[in-house]
């Protein structure tokens, strides 16, 4: 079973950067999909990008197009999410997920998750 840590996470004024990573447990193999979700107090879980271990395939959540990147280094067997011109919006709880297959935008068709990490941005 694939274990994965997320770390990255803080506080940071609107307008700053953060980079999140996804570091998993054992190699992960070329037809895993690997993503990251958020989930803000009181809502769902949405979906923000995904990418391919093989391809480097992305795909983006319209919220975050042009400002979050995604990104995966195989030798380290973690992904990363470089979050930039941050708005106060984008406060939640950060997830990584994983699944063998290809790219999905719903939760529920991963089957790995993180414990989460906390961005918040305010002033």
């Known amino acids: 079973q694939v274990q994965l840590v997320e770390s990255g996470g803080g506080l940071v004024q609107p307008g700053g950067s953060l980079r999140l990573s996804c570091a998993a447990s054992?190699?992960?193999?070329?037809?895993?999909?690997m993503a990251w979700f958020r989930q803000a107090p009181g809502k769902e879980r949405e979906f923000v990008a995904t990418?391919?271990?093989?391809?480097?395939?992305?795909y983006y959540a319209d919220s975050v197009k042009g400002r979050f990147t995604i990104s995966r280094d195989n030798a380290k067997n973690t992904v990363y999410l470089q979050m930039n011109s941050l708005k106060p919006e984008d406060t939640a709880v950060y997830y990584c997920?994983?699944?063998?297959?290809?790219?999905?935008?719903?939760?529920?068709?991963?089957?790995?998750w993180g414990q989460g990490t906390q961005v918040t941005v305010s002033s």
């Open positions: 990418i391919r271990w093989n391809a480097g395939s992305t």
């Open positions: 054992e190699r992960t193999y070329s037809d895993y999909t």
């Open positions: 997920a994983s699944r063998v297959g290809g790219i999905r935008d719903r939760a529920y068709e991963y089957n790995y």
